[in-house]
Structure formats: C-alpha cells, structure tokens
C-alpha cells in the first residue's frame, strides 16, 4: 500500500502543460484552421460523473480518442483546481462523504505490452480522503464495495492463475480510521449489513474446505460461522433493513435420500436474525411440500426476499433421471460452478449428422431457437416459498409462462401469449392475463388479447392497459373493467405514429401514486393525474399551447433509473423533464407537489440532461452540450442556476469550428418537417462548399449534439464538417406501403430549402449518405432522382422482395414481420401487392442510376442480408452504371474491427473529395484493385 501526497493542479496550468491555455469553447470564439486528423485522438468525452453525498466534490471521467481516460476530481467551490488520475475511473463516494473510491487502470501501451509477456492485466484502488487530501494507492484491486457507514472498504483482489474450481479470492477489509487491514481468504461473495458493520462472507475454497458462510463484525472483529458444509454455496443476500440472510447450497441428490439425478440442485438456507447471538435457521430443498416431484431448486435466477421477509421467490426447473443419459460428474461441477443448469440431456447425434427440420408450422424458426437455445436451456419456472409455514407454490407453467408477485398483495400476475402465437409470427404478441393466487397457486383468467398490459399498480389494487386508444384498469377486488381515460379531452395515442399497426403505440405513463389514489399518464405533450376508478383525471403540466412536452422524472439518488415499483409521493416536490420538438430545447422543470404551479427551470437550446441531486444536501449536478459546445457538469441548487465544474476540451477554441441551426421545409404530403444542418468548420460567407446529407427516419434531434471528432466513427458528422462540408439530416416520415418513395418525396424538397437559403451549398456538389435502412433509402433514392453527385450507402436492403424472405440472423428471427408491421411499412407481404414491393426496390430501377455509388456491407451481416449487396452489384455491374461495392469479410452490420473502420472511413472521403470536391481518384474508385493487390490476396 502507498501513500502519497493528492496531486491537485491549477486547471488552467494543468490544460497549458496538456493540451492549450484555454477555457471551454465557445462559438463565435474558435481559432481558424480545421482540425487535423492527427489532433483526433485527443478529443474527450465526458463518461461517468459522481457528486459527492454532501455536493462539495465531483469526480468525472473523461474518456478520450486514444483510449487513455482521466478521472478528475474538482472541489465544487474552486473547479479550477483538479485532482487528475491517469487511467482513472469507477468513482465512489464513501457515505459520510469523507472519501472517495476509485480505480486506476492500466494505459493502452503497458497493456500491449503485458499482452506480449502473457502476464495480467491488474488494476489498482485509489482511495482519496477529501479533508486531508491524502492520496492512497492499493495494487491489485479487482473491485471494492465501502461500508454502510462508510468506515470500511472492503477490497477484492485478483484471483491466481491456472485452473482452479472455486470461485473464491482473497479478500481485504481496510479500516480508514487506523488504516488496519484484515485479509480473509477463498471469499467468492460478501455483503454488507444495511446500516451495520457486519460483513458476511461466502467461502468457496480448493477442494471445498472449510466452505460456508461466515459473518464478520467490524466493530468487535468477531467471526463466527453461519453454516458450513463440503458443497458450493452461492447467492448471498441480506434482506433489506434487517438481520435476516439467505444463501443457497449445492446438494447432491442422494444426500436427500432421493434417487440419483443427472443435473444439480440447490437447497435455499435462511437465517434469521443472523446478526444475534441465537439465529434460526431454515431450510428450503426438494423435500418441503410444494416443490413438484422431479423438479429441482435452480440456481440460475437466485432467490428473491420479498419486503416483510415472510415470502421469497425462487426458481425451480424439471430434473434430469441418470439414466436418461450419461453424465460426466466433473463436468457437472464445472456447470455448476459457472452458475449454470445443466442441459436437458438427449439421444446423441451421429457424428456427421448436421441436418435441421424447419417447419413452416413453426411459431419461432429453428434459426430463432438456436439464438435463444442458452436461454432455453436454463429456463426456470418460479415459485414462492413461504418461509414460516414451510411450503412452496409454483406459480409458473405452461399456462401461465410468465409470472410477475406483486409486493405486498396476496397474487402474482401471469400472462400466456400461447393462444395467439400464429398472431405473433407476423403481427404484434398477445396475451392473456391471469391473477394467480400466491396462497394456493390457483389461476384465474381476467384479461384476453391485450397488447399494452403495463401489469398490476404498485399498491396491487388494479391491473393497467392500453387498448383502443384508452388506458383501462381492472380491479383486482371487484372484477369492475374501466375505461379511466374515456371522458378527459387529452389524446393518449401517438397518432403520428407511421408504422403498419392496428394499434398506434401510447405514449405511456410515469407511475402509480401511493395507495394506488392514481396514475401518472402522458398525452403529447403532457402529464395527467388519472383517477383508476374512471371518476376522472386533470393535466398536471401545460406544455401543449407552447408544444412542450413534460415528463415526470424521479431525482433521487439512491432511485433506479426508471420509477419501478416505488409510489410516486403527490405532497413531494415533482420534477420533469421538458423538450420542444421543433426547437429543439431540453431542459428541466419543478413543482412543490403535484398539481402546484409548475416552474420551467433550464431550459436552453441545448441538450440538457443527467440530473440529479446529492445525497444528504439539496445541490444538484446536470449535464449541458451541444453541437458547438462538449457537453460539461453544471452544479447548483434547486433552480438550476449553477456554475460549470468541468472543461471538457478546452483545445477546441484553437481550431475552427462548424456551428448548427434548424432548417424547415414541407414535403409533397404538406407535412412540415425539419433537418438538422452543420455548416463547414471555418465557414465564410460568400464561398461555396459541398454538402454530405446523411439520412435515417427523424434526425432533426441531433442537431443539439455534439460529435467528437473520430476516424473510427466512420459515418462521423464533425470529421465532415472539419473536412469542408455542409452535412445536413433532414427528418423523413411514411406512408403506409411506400417506404422508398417516401425517402424520395422528403429528401429532395428538404435539400432544395438548404439551397434556398442562398448560404453557399454548392448545388453540383451535393452527396447522399446512409447506413441500413439509411442505406436502403440512399440506394433507392438514386434510382430515381438525380439531385446527388455521388452517394454511399451502407448495408443495404435492394430488393424488396428476396429481403422479404429473408432472415435477421442476428435475432433469428424473420424480416418479413420487419416489413409488415415495423420499419419496412409494408404492410402486407409481397404476394398481396406485388407492386408495392417492385415500386420501392431499388434494384428494379437500377437502369435509372446515375449517381456514382459507393456501398459497403459485411460478409457475415446478420440484419440485412449479405447477398443484398450482392445482388445490386451483379445488377450495377450488368447495367454498366458507375459503382463500386466494399466487402468487409467476417463483419457483421457494423463493422467492428479497426483496420475496417479506418479503411471505411478513409474511402467515404476519398468517394466524397474526388465526387464532390474534384480531388484525384484513387485506382480503386477508377479502375479496381486485381484481388492478389488487395489485403486479402497479398496474405
């Protein structure tokens, strides 16, 4: 362990020795040349960022081009200064406040290097007390978790090499107090006490010795055992706000006097008041009444307290009889020990037999089922064990297939999707929904057919749905249906929704208020208080006369980042957050409680997000950025008035910058619509610059976003802008059947209301560019306009008809649902309207093509077929058109391998620069490259 003095660093010295002497960049404000390629790798981007309890320091991650981060640490009060660590990162904060966690990784050369002489890779743990500024570094740290009250640390270290049964490694628990360590071997989990320095251990040593569960008292230094045993012991955890612990233990079958088995169970032990001077312990195994003759207690899904701790939910699976198969008991123990259910065994396959049977009756095709075959495999049916009274009840099976308890109410909730499954194969998934009785077991059909079931409110007094445009709820007690949105005047559908569905998606909900007293619902633009009981219900925001749309968010924290099942408190202060669509504001907003006059606090043009609030003081941390400014951590009090804290590349001033605005247009529908527009870095008025349009659905959202400057980012909006270009992503909407030709009737009118603004686009030098269903639009777009001096399109769909019949093989799944009711909008398949599919093929147009095309797609693409791109290149080729096609091998959709992102990167530009700017062809655009010239053919 090494101590050393904090390095903290006037930020503005620190920035003149790295980089520039320069604050934050402003527009208006940049230096005057581009910014050059070799620059890139410098380029930062804001990661993880921690408030300390008490609001006074903050700790962010600056991730960066080069792959080296830096954690820096700021003093709220004086954010000039900065503690820098070097590959820093994982900051935590101790609960009083006084120290923060950190790790501190290895640089990208020393892991290259480590790599060559085979040896690992290990992190170290800084420790940082913040009144003294003492710095502390422990090498070779896996992980660490502090105290409840925040006195110890426990420290994990890195498990030894070699081949080795267990999972347990040393662990280290550190006093910061006296800086006194007590080690602790072959520790595989621990957990902390809530609100008590009591660690409890789970041993798993070699050889299973001395394996067990143990409990430490920091405060005397006491240990005692809990429960041994020669076996594996795994999913240690403590029930909230008490001193009852559970954990499960691997059992052998005959150890139950039962007949020998193939597979593994567990047995799940309790322990109450497991911090007392007289525990109790039970147990739970395959002998207690309710667990269904061959069924086994897996330990794939662990074990779940519920909040008074008289119920726990656990996981059983269907066991395996020896003599179904032959069984090799270490590689039983390995399966076991990865925390994985053996597999079901079967009749061996001949060695050379690869057939598969694809049946046209299949619900899930084969190529489905083996995607999610791991899953299948470990597929568990839950039940509830009630602890006390020493029963279980299996609440899952084939008819109800998924099971959710609701805390605190006497039945769980079921649904079954079975009935209509030939629905599902090329539609939206149905189901039934069944209240299922947690005493007995027993199930009860209340609902058929619902799309949008939401499941029970959080006081378990009501089921929730959407259907027919409305919200209904069920009482549970009662058995009354009611349709609680019926008599208010808001719209609850997205009715500008343009996918081929029966039912437009809603807009959804925030969460249930205490007592199930009602429902939080958006329309558009707002926020609804909604009586379950269908009496009524009154908007809680006003943001549909300015065309703001309120969002209710929870700041908290200690919260989950959605509300889950926690109420929602009318008489707390109510937070939301706000964004105009059309000008592309973000911001937040506040109200005493709910239904009190709401205050708009932030609000900018500008992406304003991230908020949230110090645990034990009311100061608050949240993100600003934009296009033309690196997003950055403001901190302040409640109304959001605050001071910036962090400098995200402050070198930006020295280089030229591009700025962004809005441009509005109508298509041909008379849709009003907008784009996102990027003017060249170092822009001048009077010049005339080519323009790159990159296209997907709606990017009008993007343009408030800043993009770091990056050549593995090949499809990246800010290298564009520092090489000269324009770069425009206007938003393009549907009808229903004309997925292609709408790309058209959006695209050209947006394009001709950028050259109408007179800002110098050039109208001869204007590119087209996308990436799968981007690129589909760009290929069919070409083949029937000529607006575009040159396009590139990425991965995309040419033929309507033979991607119909295609497979998404990274899902397994098939493309023809994709076509009918999601992003294709086709509705219906081919056979129905042939003319549809031909009229939105590119590849049937091909002899229409006169833009130069570039396109560039994956041999192993699992969305959009490879043979897509074949196809239009055996038809470009045919028709004699200018086009070039880019074959990655081994890629999948994106390419993931550097040298392919370079490479990818590198052509776009050279395609664009010598189509759109005149610059000399490389032989490759002109002529081709002879295979044995090429990567491949050289090896």
Same mark, same amino acid.
């Given at each position: 362990?090494?101590?050393?003095?904090?390095?903290? %660093?006037?930020? !503005?010295?620190?920035?003149?020795?790295?980089?520039?002497? /320069?604050?934050? !960049?402003?527009?208006?404000?940049?230096?005057?040349?581009?910014?050059?390629?070799?620059?890139?790798?410098?380029?930062?981007?804001?990661?993880?960022?921690?408030?300390?309890?008490?609001?006074?320091?903050?700790?962010?991650? =600056?991730?960066?081009?080069?792959?080296?981060?830096?954690?820096?640490?700021?003093?709220?009060?004086?954010?000039?200064?900065?503690?820098?660590?070097?590959?820093?990162?994982?900051?935590?904060?101790?609960?009083?406040?006084?120290? &923060?966690?950190?790790? =501190?990784?290895?640089?990208?050369?020393?892991?290259?290097? &480590?790599?060559?002489?085979?040896?690992?890779?290990?992190?170290?743990?800084?420790?940082?007390?913040?009144?003294?500024?003492?710095?502390?570094?422990?090498?070779?740290?896996?992980?660490?978790?502090?105290?409840?009250?925040?006195?110890?640390?426990?420290?994990?270290?890195?498990?030894?090499?070699?081949?080795?049964?267990?999972?347990?490694?040393?662990?280290?628990?550190?006093?910061?107090?006296?800086?006194?360590?007590?080690?602790?071997?072959?520790?595989?989990?621990?957990?902390?006490?809530?609100?008590?320095?009591?660690?409890?251990?789970l041993i798993d040593a070699e050889g299973k010795t001395g394996n067990g569960v143990m409990l430490w008292d920091a405060e005397t230094g006491r240990i005692r055992a809990i429960h041994t045993d020669a076996a594996r012991f795994s999913r240690l955890e403590w029930r909230d706000d008490s001193g009852d612990l559970a954990f499960m233990e691997e059992i052998a079958g005959d150890a139950l006097g039962e007949e020998a088995w193939a597979d593994t169970t567990w047995a799940v032990h309790v322990v109450r008041g497991a911090d007392s001077e007289s525990p109790a312990r039970l147990t739970l195994d395959t002998k207690v009444d309710g667990v269904p003759d061959a069924y086994r207690i897996a330990q794939w899904g662990g074990i779940d307290w519920s909040e008074d701790g008289t119920r726990m939910g656990i996981e059983l699976k269907r066991r395996v009889a020896a003599d179904a198969c032959e069984s090799d008991a270490d590689e039983e123990e390995t399966e076991a020990e990865a925390g994985q259910d053996a597999a079901d065994c079967e009749d061996e396959p001949e060695d050379d037999l690869t057939v598969e049977i694809w049946h046209a009756d299949d619900i899930d095709i084969v190529p489905t089922q083996k995607v999610r075959a791991?899953? *299948?495999?470990? #597929?568990?049916?839950? #039940?509830?064990?009630?602890?006390?009274?020493?029963?279980?009840?299996?609440?899952?099976?084939?008819?109800?297939?998924?099971?959710?308890?609701?805390?605190?109410?006497?039945?769980?909730?079921?649904?079954?999707?079975?009935?209509?499954?030939?629905?599902?194969?090329?539609?939206?998934?149905?189901?039934?929904?069944?209240?299922?009785?947690?005493?007995?077991?027993?199930?009860?059909?209340?609902?058929?057919?619902?799309?949008?079931?939401?499941?029970?409110?959080?006081?378990?007094?009501?089921?929730?749905?959407?259907?027919?445009?409305?919200?209904?709820?069920?009482?549970?007690?009662?058995?009354? +249906?009611?349709?609680?949105?019926?008599?208010?005047?808001?719209?609850?559908?997205?009715?500008?929704?343009?996918?081929?569905?029966?039912?437009?998606?809603?807009?959804?909900?925030?969460?249930?208020?205490?007592?199930? !007293?009602?429902?939080?619902?958006?329309?558009?633009?707002?926020?609804?208080?909604? #009586?379950?009981?269908?009496?009524?219900?009154?908007?809680?925001?006003?943001?549909? @006369?300015?065309?703001?749309?309120?969002?209710?968010?929870?700041?908290?924290?200690?919260?989950?980042?959605?509300?889950?099942?926690?109420?929602?408190?009318?008489?707390?202060?109510?937070?939301?957050?706000?964004?105009?669509?059309?000008?592309?504001?973000?911001?937040?907003?506040?109200?005493?409680?709910?239904?009190?006059? %709401?205050?708009?606090?932030?609000? *900018?043009?500008?992406?304003?997000?991230?908020?949230?609030?110090?645990?034990?003081?009311?100061?608050?941390? $949240?993100?600003?950025?934009?296009?033309?400014?690196?997003?950055?951590?403001?901190?302040?009090?409640?109304?959001?008035?605050?001071?910036?804290?962090?400098?995200?590349?402050?070198?930006?001033?020295?280089?030229?910058?591009?700025?962004?605005?809005?441009?509005?247009?109508?298509?041909?529908?008379?849709?009003?619509?907008?784009? /996102?527009?990027?003017?060249?870095?170092?822009?001048?008025?009077?010049?005339?610059?080519?323009?790159?349009?990159?296209?997907?659905?709606?990017?009008?959202?993007?343009?408030?976003?800043?993009?770091?400057?990056?050549?593995?980012?090949?499809?990246?909006?800010?290298?564009?802008?520092?090489?000269?270009?324009?770069?425009?992503?206007?938003?393009?909407?549907?009808?229903?059947?004309?997925?292609?030709?709408?790309?058209?009737?959006?695209? *050209?009118?947006?394009?001709?209301?950028?050259?109408?603004?007179?800002?110098? %686009?050039?109208?001869? @030098? &204007?590119?087209?560019?996308?990436?799968?269903?981007?690129?589909?639009?760009? +290929?069919?777009?070409?083949?029937?306009?000529?607006?575009?001096? !040159?396009?590139?399109?990425?991965?995309?769909?040419?033929?309507?008809?033979?991607?119909?019949?295609?497979?998404? $093989?990274?899902?397994?799944?098939?493309?023809?649902?994709?076509?009918? =009711?999601?992003?294709?909008?086709?509705?219906?398949?081919?056979?129905?309207?042939?003319?549809?599919?031909?009229?939105?093929?590119?590849?049937?147009?091909?002899?229409?093509?006169?833009?130069?095309?570039?396109?560039?797609?994956? +041999?192993?693409?699992?969305?959009?077929?490879?043979?897509?791109?074949?196809?239009?290149?055996?038809?470009?080729?045919? @028709?004699?058109?200018?086009?070039?096609?880019?074959?990655?091998?081994?890629?999948?959709?994106?390419?993931?391998?550097?040298?392919?992102?370079?490479?990818?990167?590198?052509?776009?530009?050279?395609?664009?620069?010598?189509?759109?700017?005149?610059?000399?062809?490389?032989?490759?655009?002109?002529?081709?490259?002879?295979?044995?010239?090429?990567?491949?053919?050289?090896?």
């Amino acid at each position: 362990m090494v101590r050393s003095p904090v390095r903290v %660093v006037c930020a !503005a010295l620190l920035f003149a020795l790295a980089f520039a002497p /320069s604050l934050h !960049a402003q527009q208006g404000d940049e230096g005057v040349h581009p910014v050059p390629e070799e620059d890139y790798g410098k380029w930062e981007s804001l990661g993880q960022v921690a408030l300390s309890p008490d609001g006074t320091w903050l700790a962010a991650t =600056i991730s960066r081009v080069d792959m080296d981060p830096e954690l820096r640490i700021r003093p709220v009060a004086n954010p000039d200064s900065v503690v820098v660590v070097p590959n820093g990162g994982g900051a935590e904060y101790t609960d009083d406040g006084r120290y &923060l966690l950190f790790r =501190i990784g290895v640089g990208e050369e020393e892991r290259e290097a &480590l790599g060559r002489r085979n040896e690992p890779v290990r992190n170290a743990m800084g420790i940082l007390d913040l009144a003294t500024g003492e710095r502390t570094e422990v090498p070779a740290v896996a992980s660490y978790g502090a105290s409840p009250d925040g006195r110890f640390v426990v420290m994990r270290q890195y498990a030894p090499g070699g081949d080795r049964e267990s999972r347990g490694v040393d662990l280290v628990v550190h006093e910061f107090a006296t800086g006194v360590r007590v080690p602790f071997g072959g520790v595989a989990e621990y957990a902390w006490q809530d609100d008590a320095n009591r660690l409890a251990l789970l041993i798993d040593a070699e050889g299973k010795t001395g394996n067990g569960v143990m409990l430490w008292d920091a405060e005397t230094g006491r240990i005692r055992a809990i429960h041994t045993d020669a076996a594996r012991f795994s999913r240690l955890e403590w029930r909230d706000d008490s001193g009852d612990l559970a954990f499960m233990e691997e059992i052998a079958g005959d150890a139950l006097g039962e007949e020998a088995w193939a597979d593994t169970t567990w047995a799940v032990h309790v322990v109450r008041g497991a911090d007392s001077e007289s525990p109790a312990r039970l147990t739970l195994d395959t002998k207690v009444d309710g667990v269904p003759d061959a069924y086994r207690i897996a330990q794939w899904g662990g074990i779940d307290w519920s909040e008074d701790g008289t119920r726990m939910g656990i996981e059983l699976k269907r066991r395996v009889a020896a003599d179904a198969c032959e069984s090799d008991a270490d590689e039983e123990e390995t399966e076991a020990e990865a925390g994985q259910d053996a597999a079901d065994c079967e009749d061996e396959p001949e060695d050379d037999l690869t057939v598969e049977i694809w049946h046209a009756d299949d619900i899930d095709i084969v190529p489905t089922q083996k995607v999610r075959a791991n899953g *299948e495999r470990r #597929a568990t049916e839950s #039940a509830l064990w009630h602890i006390d009274t020493g029963r279980v009840v299996k609440l899952e099976d084939d008819l109800t297939e998924s099971v959710s308890v609701v805390e605190g109410a006497d039945f769980a909730v079921g649904t079954d999707e079975t009935p209509y499954d030939r629905e599902r194969m090329f539609g939206p998934a149905y189901r039934d929904v069944y209240v299922v009785d947690v005493e007995t077991g027993e199930k009860e059909r209340v609902l058929e057919r619902k799309e949008y079931f939401f499941g029970a409110s959080t006081g378990g007094s009501y089921l929730f749905w959407f259907e027919d445009d409305h919200y209904w709820t069920y009482d549970v007690a009662s058995g009354e +249906t009611v349709n609680i949105t019926a008599g208010l005047d808001g719209v609850f559908v997205d009715v500008d929704d343009d996918h081929t569905v029966e039912q437009k998606p809603p807009f959804r909900y925030a969460g249930w208020l205490e007592d199930d !007293a009602a429902v939080l619902i958006y329309d558009k633009h707002d926020v609804w208080r909604v #009586a379950p009981d269908g009496s009524g219900g009154e908007r809680v925001t006003d943001g549909a @006369a300015d065309n703001v749309r309120y969002r209710w968010t929870r700041i908290d924290p200690d919260r989950p980042f959605i509300s889950g099942p926690t109420p929602i408190d009318p008489d707390a202060e109510q937070w939301f957050t706000i964004y105009d669509d059309w000008r592309e504001m973000w911001g937040y907003a506040r109200a005493d409680a709910l239904g009190d006059e %709401v205050e708009m606090l932030a609000f *900018e043009e500008a992406r304003v997000s991230n908020l949230d609030r110090a645990a034990n003081a009311d100061v608050f941390m $949240w993100r600003v950025g934009s296009f033309e400014d690196s997003p950055d951590v403001f901190v302040g009090e409640a109304d959001l008035r605050g001071t910036q804290i962090t400098r995200t590349n402050p070198f930006q001033r020295d280089y030229a910058w591009g700025r962004a605005e809005l441009v509005e247009y109508t298509n041909e529908w008379g849709d009003r619509l907008q784009g /996102s527009l990027y003017y060249p870095a170092g822009y001048t008025e009077g010049e005339q610059y080519p323009m790159i349009t990159y296209i997907y659905e709606i990017r009008s959202n993007a343009v408030r976003s800043y993009q770091v400057p990056d050549e593995e980012s090949y499809y990246n909006m800010q290298d564009w802008v520092q090489d000269g270009y324009f770069v425009f992503q206007p938003d393009i909407v549907y009808q229903d059947r004309d997925p292609g030709v709408s790309a058209v009737v959006n695209i *050209e009118p947006a394009v001709q209301a950028v050259l109408d603004l007179g800002i110098g %686009v050039d109208p001869d @030098a &204007l590119g087209l560019i996308g990436h799968s269903w981007g690129g589909y639009q760009t +290929t069919f777009f070409v083949t029937q306009s000529d607006l575009f001096a !040159a396009a590139v399109a990425g991965a995309p769909l040419t033929n309507m008809f033979s991607m119909y019949l295609s497979i998404y $093989w990274n899902t397994g799944g098939t493309d023809a649902r994709i076509f009918e =009711i999601s992003q294709g909008r086709l509705e219906v398949p081919f056979w129905e309207d042939e003319e549809a599919y031909h009229r939105n093929s590119p590849v049937f147009h091909i002899e229409n093509m006169n833009t130069p095309l570039l396109m560039a797609q994956g +041999t192993e693409d699992g969305a959009v077929d490879f043979n897509q791109g074949v196809e239009f290149f055996n038809a470009a080729r045919r @028709a004699d058109k200018d086009f070039v096609f880019l074959v990655y091998n081994d890629e999948n959709h994106g390419f993931t391998k550097d040298a392919n992102q370079l490479d990818y990167h590198r052509r776009i530009n050279e395609w664009f620069g010598h189509y759109l700017k005149g610059d000399p062809p490389p032989d490759w655009i002109t002529r081709g490259v002879p295979y044995l010239e090429q990567p491949g053919g050289r090896r």
